[in-house]
T-cell receptor, first 111, second 112 residues
Framework: DTEVTQTPKHLVMGMTNKKSLKCEQH?????MYWYKQKAKKPPELMFV???????INESVPSRFSPECPNSSLLNLHLHALQPEDSALYLC??????????FGPGTRLTVT | DQQVKQNSPSLSVQEGRISILNCDYT??????FLWYKKYPAEGPTFLIS?????DKNEDGRFTVFLNKSAKHLSLHIVPSQPGDSAVYFC???????????FGKGTRLHILP
């Protein structure tokens, strides 16, 4: 099984809402990642968890809060987002690092 | 400052011909390079990689060439097929680090 799953596929939220994005992998990978991708732009790294510990935070605003409950799950908690945070949020996992397996993404719209 | 550059936003190639996608990098610390392919509404999928100790890596129809002195790599697809129509991202890392830097991507159109 080389699949990374993400839920929901689409999410519309207001600026005062709290929501969470979920990601799951069952490949036994040690690292999981959150990326943000705007239209016609490359994926931008947000966070990396390695062995369930936060190892990279790319100076992401605190309205984005990652959580890694166990080695298979990764969440991204969202609160008080801005319209410019609307984007495709991609989760990925990896064992060796740069060769990463991506999920299909969550299309987020902030109204 | 872009560390990984794909200067062609799009490329159209006739089916059956060779597709050549180019990528340049500026950071001389990069020593591992990857190509990812992305269809609409899907996440990127890994295609092929190359370490800086090699200058060529081949996998079926896909070959990546690395010119370290020019800080340039290219992806060759031969023969091009309709299913190859997608956005191709070049990416680079230091070692096989968790942090990879993506280029802006090149949209490849395979024409019938």
């Amino acid at each position: 099984d080389t699949e990374v799953t993400q839920t929901p596929k689409h999410l519309v939220m207001g600026m005062t809402n709290k929501k969470s994005l979920k990601c799951e992998q069952h490949m036994g990978h040690r690292a999981m990642y959150w990326y943000k991708q705007k239209a016609k732009k490359p994926p931008e790294l947000m966070f990396v968890y390695s062995y369930e510990k936060l190892s990279i935070n790319e100076s992401v605003p605190s309205r984005f809060s990652p959580e890694c409950p166990n080695s298979s799950l990764l969440n991204l908690h969202l609160h008080a987002l801005q319209p410019e945070d609307s984007a495709l949020y991609l989760c990925a996992s990896s064992q060796e690092g740069s060769r990463q397996y991506f999920g299909p993404g969550t299309r987020l719209t902030v109204t | 400052d872009q560390q990984v550059k794909q200067n062609s936003p799009s490329l159209s190639v006739q089916e059956g011909r060779i597709s050549i996608l180019n990528c340049d990098y500026t950071n001389s610390m990069f020593d591992y390079f990857l190509w990812y392919k992305k269809y609409p509404a899907e996440g990127p999928t890994f295609l092929i990689s190359i370490s800086s100790i090699k200058d060529k890596n081949e996998d079926g129809r896909f070959t990546v060439f690395l010119n370290k002195s020019a800080k340039h790599l290219s992806l060759h697809i031969v023969p091009s097929q309709p299913g190859d129509s997608a956005v191709y991202f070049c990416a680079a890392s230091v070692g096989r680090d968790d942090k990879i830097i993506f280029g802006k991507g090149t949209r490849l159109h395979i024409l019938p």
